[in-house]
Nanobody, 122 residues
Framework: VQLQAFGGGLVQAGGSLRLSCAASGRTFSNYVMGWFRQAPGKEREFVAAIRWIGSRIYYADSVKGRFTISRDNAKSTVYLQMNSLKPEDTALYYC????????????????WGQGTQVTVSS
């Protein structure tokens, strides 16, 4: 299983970025895809999650109303649209996958992509 995250960059506060996570190596129909982030000196934290099948979507309170997770099953790609970015959103963003139900604990996820850096300047 391979997850490849990309789309990070430097943006001013109030700006937008879209992250992508391309998945390959197996059929992901029973998987949950999650986005996590980790700022320097902080623990990795949950951002959002979506199932490949169905409409269940989950967000951390800190990003509700600003971030949108979506998927393109044909492309095996999950997206994270980030709007109204704040300096506190600065972090290394990771995509991850797990079987079964969505959870917010990084330890529950079995597969991880490399991080993509998001930096929001004030």
């Amino acid at each position: 299983v391979q997850l490849q995250a990309f789309g990070g960059g430097l943006v001013q506060a109030g700006g937008s970025l879209r992250l992508s996570c391309a998945a390959s190596g197996r059929t992901f129909s029973n998987y949950v895809m999650g986005w996590f982030r980790q700022a320097p000196g902080k623990e990795r934290e949950f951002v959002a999650a979506i199932r490949w099948i169905g409409s269940r979507i989950y967000y951390a309170d800190s990003v509700k109303g600003r971030f949108t997770i979506s998927r393109d099953n044909a492309k095996s790609t999950v997206y994270l649209q980030m709007n109204s970015l704040k300096p506190e959103d600065t972090a290394l963003y990771y995509c991850a996958a797990k079987l079964g139900s969505a959870t917010m604990s990084p330890g529950d996820y079995d597969y991880w992509g490399q991080g993509t850096q998001v930096t929001v300047s004030s």
